[in-house]
Structure formats: C-alpha cells, structure tokens
C-alpha cells in the first residue's frame, strides 16, 4: 500500500510540471505496465495483480483524490478481513479437532 500511496503522490506531483493532468495519469500506468509485461515474475512482489488493479482504481478517480481517508479505510477494512479470516480458521481447527477426538 505503501507503493500506491507513493505512486499517488507522483501522479499529483508531476501535474504541474507535466502541464497537463491526463499525461500525469498516463505516465506512471504506462511505467508499472511496462514493468509487470517486462520484468514478469521478478518484480511480482512490488507489482502484482492486486496492486495494479488498486493503482488503475485510484487512477480512474482521479488526482484529486484524498489520500489519508483511502490509506485509513484500507487498512481498517484490511484488518477486519485478516481478523475474520483467523476467526475462520480458529473455528474449523476447533472443527476439526472435536471430530478427530
């Protein structure tokens, strides 16, 4: 998350000095596809799936986009998902070892 945060911050930096907001849209979507098309497996952790496909939706809102309100719901709603899923999990080994004893 931390890269999208920073890739964010690119798109809203460069604005300015690009002239023009879709070329500062563009020019950083154009960079991670080359990497992940170019470099494949090798960069899959920084680049993965996932990533681009949160990248490409904080790009279709556009730069005006807040960034701290997103980062905060991400890593609230981020948590509540591994919560579940470990309270998933605690529940089938439960599961699990009261039908093997």
Do not use: R, W
């Not at 879709?22 to 950083?28: I, T, Y």
């Not at 730069?63 to 529940?91: D, N, T």
Request: a neutral charge; one cysteine or more.
């Amino acid at each position: 998350m931390l890269l999208a945060y920073m890739m964010i911050q690119a798109v809203v930096l460069s604005g300015p000095i690009l002239g023009s907001a879709d070329l500062a849209l563009l020019l950083p979507l154009f960079v991670i596809i080359f990497l992940i098309v170019a470099l494949g497996e090798v960069v899959h952790p920084l680049f993965n799936n996932y990533t681009f496909c949160y990248f490409t939706a904080a790009l279709i809102t556009g730069a005006e986009q807040a960034p701290l309100p997103c980062l905060i719901s991400l890593f609230i709603g981020g948590g509540f998902l591994v919560l579940m899923a470990i309270q998933l999990v605690k529940a089938v080994m439960k599961k699990v070892h009261s039908a093997g004893a």
